[in-house]
């Protein structure tokens, strides 16, 4: 075997074993940032979970399009910014193809530029939001809901990563509004300023914090799925430089074999003569 093609070969392991560092490094940062962003992700669950409980102790009054659904039907999908976390960021667009169609959405509203392949072009788009935020923020969730509310939406649907747990990220679609008008069963409470004024405040802190809950969410989901992509990747460059290196080392015995025969039949023929 020439010895060119033993070069190759030490030439793909030394590229496969930077590529692996490479992968480990990025495995590690994306550990390292989920730790910190998971921290905070039961309060913000809880911060949900407060403005429902809200909810629930006010009796709706107004004509708010958010409380009669009266308006356009929107979809918002929460994507990523950055790649590198697998099949993630296309299972949510996908998945948003396919509810565009079965929900009869009228706009649609798409954070991260990892959904500009699927919607730049598609004709029911109103805005993409790409690189607006590392960290999801209530500021911008409540941009979002203002935008929404200026376009004339209605219905707000929204598909979003599920965190289920370290290993298992999947799209989940989730409706906000409109919401049900309320019965009060035991009191009835006196606002300042009216119902009707706390009605439009309320259920617009709502839609705000539904989305900025759902992108925090999207966020976990998106580095443990970076996580575990970076470490497959890691593995299959290891299994990738096992074998390179295996089929090294039979090179090289066929080389030494061939060497060994050239010696020898020399040697016999330096007898013979």
């Known amino acids: 075997m020439s010895r060119g093609r033993l070069l190759q070969i030490k030439r793909r392991v030394q590229s496969t074993e930077s590529l692996k560092k490479i992968t480990k490094a990025m495995e590690m940062v994306a550990t390292a940032r989920v730790k910190k962003i998971e921290k905070n992700l039961d309060n913000v669950r809880e911060f949900l979970n407060e403005t429902r409980r809200l909810l629930e102790n006010v009796e709706f009054e107004g004509n708010h399009p958010f409380l009669t659904g009266q308006g356009k039907k929107a979809l918002l999908v929460i994507s990523t910014d950055m790649g590198l976390c697998g099949a993630f960021p296309a299972e949510l667009s996908r998945y948003a193809l396919h509810v565009i169609e079965k929900e009869n959405i009228d706009y649609v509203?798409?954070?991260?530029?990892?959904?500009?392949?699927?919607?730049?072009?598609?004709?029911?788009?109103r805005r993409i939001y790409e690189r607006v935020y590392d960290v999801p923020t209530f500021d911008f969730a409540n941009t979002v809901m203002h935008d929404m509310l200026d376009d004339g939406v209605g219905n707000i649907y929204v598909i979003y990563g599920k965190f289920k747990n370290r290993l298992m990220q999947k799209p989940e679609l989730k409706k906000i509004v409109p919401l049900?008008?309320?019965?009060l069963k035991v009191y009835r409470y006196e606002y300042e300023p009216n119902v009707e004024e706390l009605t439009e405040s309320l259920i617009q802190f709502y839609v705000s914090a539904s989305i900025y809950s759902l992108a925090y969410e999207t966020k976990v989901s998106e580095l443990y799925a970076r996580q575990n992509a970076m470490r497959n990747a890691t593995e299959n460059a290891e299994e990738v430089i096992r074998e390179l290196t295996l089929e090294l080392n039979k090179e090289r015995q066929a080389s030494i074999t061939q060497e060994l025969i050239e010696i020898v039949s020399g040697a016999q023929a330096l007898q013979e003569e």
Request: no cysteine; hydrophobic share 20%.
């Open 109 to 125: 509203y798409a954070i991260g530029t990892k959904t500009v392949p699927y919607f730049r072009k598609n004709p029911k788009t």
């Open 180 to 183: 049900e008008r309320n019965t």
